[in-house]
């Protein structure tokens, strides 16, 4: 498995608008996302999906952008404030091996790891942060790129998480990426 990073400099390739008619950001989210909610977003790059998360979450909610690249972070904090969402959004800079987020057990009612598993060193250890970030019962919406990750290099990432307690609880359509709906059990 291929953990080469996304560099900065692509970072605004990312944010190509044909993206939004494949994904539909809006449409996805909204079926995880409610005003309020705690989100943690590990892998953000310049904030393609936290834009629509800040607005899901509304002015009582919080996303929290975790990502090893401060530049991808510079970017997506400009983007932030210039929608006026700054109020909703923490950005933090993670080591390769951790997203230094251990102040958030228990505290995430929903995180979205998209298209960024596949360039972490260790899925397993991935996962292990992110559940335990979950609350009981939460859900974790993991995406990654069919044209970038295969399908067994997508089932080996989806055992690692199941091994860190997360249980499948949908497969959502997503074009040109594989997802799962992981979710942390009620009574952890
Ligand atoms: C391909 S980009 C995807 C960005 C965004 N999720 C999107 O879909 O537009 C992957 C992002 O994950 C970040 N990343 C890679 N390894 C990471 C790690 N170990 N912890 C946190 N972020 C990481 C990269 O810096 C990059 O911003």
Redesign the pocket.
């Given at each position: 498995m291929a953990h080469r990073?996304?560099p900065?400099w692509m970072?605004p390739l990312?944010l190509n608008p044909l993206r939004r008619w494949t994904i539909k950001p809006e449409k996805l989210l909204g079926n995880y996302v409610r005003e309020g909610m705690n989100v943690l977003e590990?892998?953000?790059?310049?904030g393609?999906?936290t834009l629509p998360l800040a607005r899901l979450v509304g002015p009582q909610g919080k996303v929290i952008a975790?990502?090893?690249?401060p530049k991808?972070l510079e970017k997506l904090r400009q983007r932030v404030a210039a929608a006026g969402f700054a109020t909703r959004v923490e950005t933090r800079v993670?080591t390769?091996d951790s997203?230094q987020i251990f102040d958030l057990v228990g505290a995430i009612d929903f995180a979205l790891a998209?298209?960024?598993v596949h360039?972490?060193?260790s899925a397993e250890r991935?996962f292990h942060e992110v559940a335990a970030a979950l609350r009981p019962g939460a859900t974790l919406l993991f995406v990654e790129p069919s044209g970038h990750v295969s399908t067994e290099s997508f089932a080996a990432e989806l055992a690692a998480a199941q091994a860190a307690g997360l249980t499948v609880d949908a497969e959502p359509k997503i074009a040109r990426n594989y997802a799962a709906l992981l979710r942390k059990a009620a009574t952890a």
């Open positions: 990073v996304c900065w970072g990312l590990p892998g953000p790059g310049m393609f999906l975790v990502d090893i690249q991808m993670a390769p997203l998209f298209a960024m360039e972490t060193p991935f």
